[in-house]
């Protein structure tokens, strides 16, 4: 006789148990590790070498999925969908085998608000997510003082906060003024540029038509930011030096004239040359920095 695996009650098959949600499992987490910090030392590296020990297996396992996916054609769109949801992001991040995109992952958050912000005659704008710290501008209605604009305030802060989990925090800029075509070497000289978060890259020249040149900037506060500046029909875009497949660098990526497109040399990840969209996976982009030319030189605004 055959028998089934789920218990059946007055005939029906009972409803298998429900899965824990993400929250529960995530505090599941969070108790264990306060009670693992309350532990004396010797019972605490026990219990801490015990789960490296673990985490050890899940990564090596987790690697070779991750690779046997990405090796066929039919397997990889498959991959890709697994890592844009949150949860195996988060696990495949955890172990380092994908690098968190914390920009790709709040305009996307930030996408599911905007229909409500327009609705409202608001929008938003991702400036740039850097150190935990979302750095947003604000248009129409939700700027102002009024119960409406502060609610709309509210929506983009919470929507940022609960749904980036390396966000922490939301820094509202205030509103650049529009762009005029007055030079701007009358406006803005050299060393306030600098103060205000441009770094000085290098001659044009030293950029060939489709090309790339590699830059080691500082930014105001003292960080270091590698950039690449492409040039293609003598249209030059900087970007930060990093794929958005696994973060690593660009120097030696593939330009196609022809096509406008970039190739990362190291797993194939292919990006519009002028925009940084990617062409192979939807959602990733290159993080493209403000640039200027001023007297034959390239200027980068990589930050405060
Ligand atoms: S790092 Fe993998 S494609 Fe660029």
């Known amino acids: 006789m055959m028998t089934t695996a789920v218990k059946e009650v007055s005939g029906r098959p009972a409803e298998p148990p429900e899965e824990p949600t993400f929250e529960e499992l995530a505090k599941r987490v969070d108790d264990a590790v306060a009670a693992v910090a309350d532990l004396d030392p010797s019972a605490r590296a026990v219990a801490e070498e015990m789960k490296h020990a673990i985490e050890a297996i899940h990564r090596a396992g987790l690697i070779t999925i991750v690779r046997r996916l990405r090796a066929d054609d039919a397997t990889r769109s498959a991959l890709f969908e697994l890592v844009d949801d949150p949860v195996v992001h988060l696990l495949l991040s955890l172990h380092e085998i994908v690098r968190p995109d914390p920009t790709t992952h709040a305009n996307r958050v930030l996408q599911s608000v905007r229909p409500q912000l327009q609705g409202h005659g608001g929008d938003v704008t991702l400036v740039r997510v850097e150190d935990g710290t979302a750095y947003v501008r604000l248009q129409g209605a939700c700027n102002g003082c009024s119960m409406s604009s502060v609610t709309l305030r509210n929506l983009v802060e919470t929507a940022l906060v609960e749904g980036v989990p390396s966000i922490t925090a939301v820094h509202v800029l205030a509103n650049e003024p529009e762009p005029t075509l007055i030079p701007t070497d009358s406006l803005f000289p050299a060393r306030r540029r600098?103060?205000?978060?441009?770094?000085?890259?290098?001659?044009?020249?030293?950029?060939?038509?489709g090309g790339i040149a590699?830059?080691?900037?500082?930014?105001?506060?003292?960080?270091?930011?590698?950039?690449?500046?492409?040039?293609?029909?003598?249209?030059?875009?900087?970007?930060?030096?990093?794929?958005?497949?696994?973060?690593?660098?660009?120097?030696?990526?593939?330009?196609?004239?022809?096509?406008?497109?970039?190739?990362?040399?190291?797993?194939?990840?292919?990006?519009?040359?002028?925009?940084?969209?990617?062409?192979?996976?939807?959602?990733?982009?290159l993080e493209q920095l403000p640039l200027r030319t001023d007297n034959g030189q390239i200027w980068i605004r990589v930050g405060p």
């Not at 600098?194 to 038509?209: H, I, L, N, S, Y």
């Not at 500082?218 to 973060?247: F, P, W």
Request: proline letters at 6%.
């Open 194 to 209: 600098v103060e205000e978060g441009w770094a000085k890259a290098g001659p044009v020249t030293d950029v060939p038509d």
């Open 214 to 285: 590699t830059f080691e900037l500082r930014t105001g506060s003292g960080r270091d930011v590698s950039v690449i500046v492409v040039k293609l029909d003598q249209r030059l875009t900087a970007y930060v030096n990093e794929c958005a497949h696994e973060a690593l660098p660009l120097d030696n990526a593939v330009v196609d004239m022809d096509n406008g497109t970039l190739t990362c040399p190291w797993h194939g990840f292919c990006y519009d040359a002028t925009s940084g969209e990617c062409l192979t996976a939807p959602a990733a982009q």
